[in-house]
């Protein structure tokens, strides 16, 4: 970790290379532009019924209708929340304590975001049982042993559909075919998904998708979650009072938030494609001059099921932080920085089967609609730098 940036702003910090979008993204400037107006003077509340408030009312209508085109999913299914992990709580616990909810067994998988494995804590704390599935050395998941694990008693069947550490997607169309089969609904945490990879509520058959603003080049503090109209339709709200949402999430439309999310859905919706193919060319670029260059190094997670932007390598025989530490102009996480404040090496990669000692010394790149090719070669320049200088102190 680096220091932190001085307290008068980052001006005098001299920029490094961005190559940690799966943290976050910065907010696009076509977004920004078309947030700012409703900071000043389309400030309506959106429940006002007067001229300020139908100009805001209308925003969020046109915003929604934008996210939902993204996802496949109609407009009135679109419940915004303050991101995914707002939007994570809100399906898992609101679904587990519903009550229409019959059973009290839910599974997941040991790969998850903490913002689905703490929310199923909590509910094993209440008395309901979850199972953690395991994944393979890819990072994949075994079909056949989650069909095992579909029981009469389970309620919901949570699978991210994209790692935000190794990249890897999961068979989310297979997913959603096993729980209708089951009668099972199916949450997926799609915050690193939506806008990188076609994504498409109806073809997955899931009942409840969480993604967040800031993951996709829109501002933090704003996601959603989509909440099938004929599915699980009576969560129970984390938040009470005005009864926005449908009653699933009260307390005033973060409207500036909501607008920007929209455009980044709209502009996803359009560039999607090729940004995709110019980014992947960028990052499986990056991994060949790694692999040229440097010997004991190790790519982790499926490399067909992945998203186009991540790069996720371990190099044997260094030291992680002194990696980190190294890095002056590169901006990348080391896998075990995934939680504020929390120590010891990814238990992600350890779920892949990397030993402790590897999955330390491991390097997460997530490119972006930003990065140019040049910033690549400096990267790859500076790690291969690194990398050989720590394994000549080792030896
Ligand atoms: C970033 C992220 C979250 C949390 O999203 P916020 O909008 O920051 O709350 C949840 N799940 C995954 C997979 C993420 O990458």
Redesign the pocket.
Known sequence: MRADPPASGAARVPQAVYLDY???TPVDRRVFAAMAPYFTTHFGNPHSRHSFGWQAEAAVAHARGHLAKLINARPDEIVFT???????NLAIKGLARSRSSRGRHIVTVVT?????LDPCHSLEREGFRVSYLPVDGEGRLNLEQVAEALTPETILLSV?A???ETGVLQDLPALGRLAREHGVALHT????AVGKIPVDVRAWQVDLL?L????MYGP????ALFVRRDGPTDLVAQMEGGGQERGLRSGTLNVPGIVGLGEAALIAAQEMAEESRRVAEMRDHLRDRLLEALPDVRVNGSWQHRLPHNLNVSFAGVDGDALMMGLQDVAVSSSSACRSGEAGPSYVLQALGLPPALAQATLRFGLGRFTTPAEVETAATQVIQVVRALRDVAL
């Open positions: 799966h943290a976050t303050s991101g995914a992990t707002e939007s994570n998850e975001h903490h913002a689905v991210m994209a790692n935000n945490d799609a915050a690193q969480s967040s603003g800031h993951k933090k503090g704003i996601g």
